[in-house]
């Protein structure tokens, strides 16, 4: 723009040097016409040049335009790229804040099923606490009023009875000793110290141990019950051998589970499987030589065990009248009530009344069955311990559920008497605390 302004003013020089030449000239004579048709030219061309440029201007105008567009656009496109970052940002964003609510909602689960775990552990504590300490008064109260029972009808009775209990023995001596002659059955004999010594040898026997002899007819569950006694499923690699039919032939022995316990355990031969008389089968199986004997029953006794029960009080040998299978038998009561297993329909509440009332009956009838039978066996009154084998074993391993503390029966208290007994005749001082 500033080289067409200059060749401007040089043209208006131009020009205005030759108008002063044409005043001063005469008139009629003018040699500058060419000069001035010159002047012309150079003024068309410089109008030319003006047209030109303005055109330039106008292209530079719509570039400039065009230009701004652009710039305008790379702004928009600009703005709308950091728009996308800003979105992409905060989808970033609001993905991390859903992850971390997520795991703080997971924690929240994690810390709450903990605390539930934690509360229905100490329920089940409670449970187990609140189970063994009203077993235990039952057991003191049952036993107050045994014991008070027992001693108002012996003062009542104890000088009537001796002396018909003496002539009764002698009665029945005389009977009993008449029929042996007549069938050329032997007394049983006392052993020797020679038969004690190789009875002994036998079973293993071992001072400082306390040996614990299972008896009973078979398939009354003998090898079952050890096994649980023990802490041990039927089909642990170390258990008894268990069957529907009796599967012990011979004598067999156990030891303890536990090598601290200084018990040891021994499954005898059902009576029902040997070729021996009831009153033969005490001393057949040597049971003279154990510390204590466990006589599993049914509802009726059978004579082997009133020969067993007799002789171990002639051996001073503790005895403890035991009916297992509990569960086996409470089903069975459970279905002459019209209990159905299969039966859909039949809810918990209903069927856990079932269950109480059918445990009851068991229980009374069960220790009614026996006092009939040790009183119709002329035996003194003993207490019998009604467990099941499965709940036994749960006791024995510590691991009393709220579920297996409502299926206990007698097995705490069975499990109390039988090896605290053992420790105080062993002289291990104080009686085990069943855990």
Same mark, same amino acid.
């Given at each position: 723009?500033?080289?067409?302004?200059?060749?401007?003013?040089?043209?208006?020089?131009?020009?205005?040097?030759?108008?002063?030449?044409?005043?001063?000239?005469?008139?009629?004579?003018?040699?500058?016409?060419?000069?001035?048709?010159?002047?012309?030219?150079?003024?068309?061309?410089?109008?030319?040049?003006?047209?030109?440029?303005?055109?330039?201007?106008?292209?530079?105008?719509?570039?400039?335009?065009?230009?701004?567009?652009?710039?305008?656009?790379?702004?928009? #496109?600009?703005? *709308?790229? &950091? =728009? +996308? !970052?800003? %979105? @992409?940002? $905060?989808?970033?964003?609001?993905? /991390?804040?859903?992850?971390?609510?997520?795991?703080?909602?997971?924690?929240?689960?994690?810390?709450?099923?903990?605390?539930?775990?934690?509360?229905?552990?100490?329920? #089940?504590?409670? *449970?187990? &606490? =609140? +189970? !063994?300490? %009203? @077993?235990? $008064?039952?057991?003191?109260?049952? /036993?107050?009023?045994?014991?008070?029972?027992?001693?108002?009808?012996?003062?009542?009775?104890?000088?009537?009875?001796?002396?018909?209990?003496?002539?009764?023995?002698?009665?029945?001596?005389?009977? &009993?000793?008449?029929?042996?002659?007549?069938?050329?059955?032997?007394?049983?004999?006392?052993?020797?110290?020679?038969?004690?010594?190789?009875?002994?040898?036998?079973?293993?026997?071992?001072?400082?141990?306390?040996?614990?002899?299972?008896?009973?007819?078979?398939?009354?569950?003998?090898?079952?019950?050890?096994?649980?006694?023990?802490?041990?499923?039927?089909?642990?690699?170390?258990?008894?051998?268990?069957?529907?039919?009796?599967?012990?032939?011979?004598?067999?022995?156990?030891?303890?589970?536990?090598?601290?316990?200084?018990?040891?355990?021994?499954?005898?031969?059902?009576?029902?499987?040997?070729?021996?008389?009831?009153?033969?089968?005490?001393?057949?199986?040597?049971?003279?030589?154990?510390?204590?004997?466990?006589?599993?029953?049914?509802?009726?006794?059978?004579?082997?065990?009133?020969?067993?029960?007799?002789?171990?009080?002639?051996?001073?040998?503790?005895?403890?009248?035991?009916?297992?299978?509990?569960?086996?038998?409470?089903?069975?009561?459970?279905?002459?009530?019209?209990?159905?297993?299969?039966?859909?329909?039949?809810?918990?509440?209903?069927?856990?009344?079932?269950?109480?009332?059918?445990?009851?009956?068991?229980?009374?009838?069960?220790?009614?069955?026996?006092?009939?039978?040790?009183?119709?066996?002329?035996?003194?009154?003993?207490?019998?311990?009604?467990?099941?084998?499965?709940?036994?074993?749960?006791?024995?391993?510590?691991?009393?559920?709220?579920?297996?503390?409502?299926?206990?029966?007698?097995?705490?208290?069975?499990?109390?008497?039988?090896?605290?007994?053992?420790?105080?005749?062993?002289?291990?001082?104080?009686?085990?605390?069943?855990?």
């Amino acid at each position: 723009m500033g080289g067409v302004v200059s060749v401007i003013a040089a043209i208006a020089a131009a020009v205005g040097a030759i108008l002063s030449s044409i005043r001063s000239e005469p008139a009629g004579d003018n040699p500058t016409h060419n000069a001035i048709e010159e002047a012309n030219r150079l003024q068309a061309e410089q109008q030319e040049r003006d047209r030109a440029a303005q055109a330039a201007k106008e292209e530079a105008d719509r570039l400039a335009q065009e230009a701004e567009m652009n710039a305008q656009r790379a702004r928009e #496109a600009h703005a *709308a790229m &950091e =728009a +996308a !970052q800003a %979105e @992409a940002e $905060r989808m970033r964003r609001e993905i /991390d804040e859903a992850r971390t609510a997520a795991q703080q909602v997971a924690e929240a689960e994690r810390r709450e099923a903990d605390r539930r775990e934690q509360e229905i552990r100490e329920e #089940a504590k409670r *449970a187990l &606490e =609140a +189970a !063994q300490q %009203e @077993a235990l $008064r039952q057991k003191q109260l049952a /036993d107050a009023e045994n014991r008070l029972a027992t001693e108002a009808q012996r003062a009542a009775e104890e000088a009537a009875r001796i002396a018909a209990d003496e002539a009764r023995a002698a009665q029945e001596a005389k009977v &009993e000793l008449e029929r042996q002659l007549r069938e050329g059955i032997q007394p049983v004999v006392m052993p020797s110290a020679a038969d004690l010594e190789d009875a002994r040898r036998r079973i293993g026997y071992r001072d400082g141990l306390y040996h614990f002899a299972v008896a009973g007819i078979a398939g009354s569950g003998k090898s079952s019950l050890i096994n649980a006694l023990r802490g041990l499923r039927n089909k642990d690699a170390r258990a008894a051998a268990t069957g529907v039919t009796e599967t012990t032939l011979c004598v067999t022995r156990f030891p303890d589970s536990d090598p601290k316990n200084p018990f040891v355990w021994y499954d005898i031969p059902g009576a029902g499987t040997l070729q021996v008389r009831d009153w033969q089968y005490f001393n057949e199986q040597r049971l003279f030589v154990f510390d204590a004997l466990v006589v599993l029953v049914d509802n009726r006794f059978t004579m082997t065990d009133i020969a067993i029960l007799r002789n171990a009080r002639l051996f001073g040998i503790p005895c403890y009248i035991v009916r297992s299978k509990a569960d086996s038998h409470l089903l069975n009561l459970m279905r002459d009530m019209g209990y159905e297993s299969d039966d859909e329909e039949q809810d918990a509440q209903s069927r856990a009344t079932l269950e109480y009332t059918a445990r009851q009956h068991l229980v009374s009838a069960t220790r009614q069955n026996v006092r009939d039978n040790l009183r119709g066996a002329d035996l003194p009154e003993q207490r019998v311990y009604i467990v099941s084998n499965l709940t036994m074993l749960s006791v024995t391993k510590g691991n009393v559920t709220t579920k297996i503390a409502k299926k206990l029966i007698d097995e705490f208290e069975f499990l109390q008497d039988l090896l605290g007994d053992a420790y105080k005749r062993r002289g291990g001082g104080s009686s085990t605390t069943v855990v």
